[in-house]
């Protein structure tokens, strides 16, 4: 039986559908982490407090093997419920095959302009098509992640900005920027529509940690990695010119 065609908007609820499941995966990523190192602590604290205690006095062991049983359920729980939901994209699969990067470029400009940009009265701009070049991976990921940097970039935009994408092909690599004037409080702004589940664009307002993108970005970076290339992101610092970057190798990896 062949596929029914996808519709627009049914590619685009597809498309915010992915990005919050990478999201969701960041978080949990970050909820595994960051919970294990205290759990950690709190474990060897317990062995030291054994060594030093009495160990006659009944109420003080049952209370170290409270302890001590407590940060065990705490780390069960987290390889039975964080670690395994994260492994649908942990490990990011590609089908990789060889597609015209210009074609990508359109659709994914085209998507963005529906989804968010024309009701926000952003303008959308490419600049360095065609580049006539081809890449080797997966056209549908590389797709998604132009798609959502640019969309990232009309919801940090004020109304009535513009959003450029910058592309160019030099030596064995593809480079994708998106760059714009960041407005940080329009990721937040009631008054505006917005494509973004509300807790995605109040964390993507928040400072970069580390130099770590924005949660929401997530995909991006995993498939900038799968693709063995590079994604960056500057920071948000309201009214300046701010951009975000892909790097791709040209040709097979």
Partial sequence: MPAIPESRSERIARLCAETAL????????????????????????????????????????????????????????LESLVDKTRAETRKLDIARAPFALDAVIEEAADDARI?????????????????????????????QALWL???FAVESSAHGAAVTLDVSAAGAFAQLGVQWTA????????????????????????PLEAGRPAW?????????????????????????AVELAMTLPLGAV
């Fill in 216 to 240: 929401v970005l997530s995909l991006c970076q995993r498939v900038a990695e799968v693709h063995e290339g590079q994604f960056s992101q500057q920071s948000l610092s309201d009214g300046a």
């Fill in 115 to 143: 989804a968010l940009a024309d009701a926000r009265g952003v303008t959308l701009t490419v600049q360095g098509t065609p580049t006539g070049v081809s890449l080797d991976g997966d056209r549908e990921r590389v797709a």
């Fill in 22 to 77: 990478f999201m969701r995966d960041q978080v949990l990523s970050r909820v595994s982490h960051d919970l294990r190192s205290p759990l950690n602590a709190i474990q060897s604290w317990a062995y030291v407090l054994e060594r030093k205690i009495d160990t006659g006095d009944a109420s003080t062991q049952r209370a170290l093997d409270g302890i001590r049983t407590g940060v065990e359920q705490q780390v069960k729980l």
């Fill in 183 to 206: 407005a940080p409080q329009a990721l937040t702004d009631a008054a505006l529509p917005h494509l973004f589940e509300a807790f995605a664009r109040m964390q993507a307002a928040e």
């Fill in 149 to 151: 940097m640019l969309a």
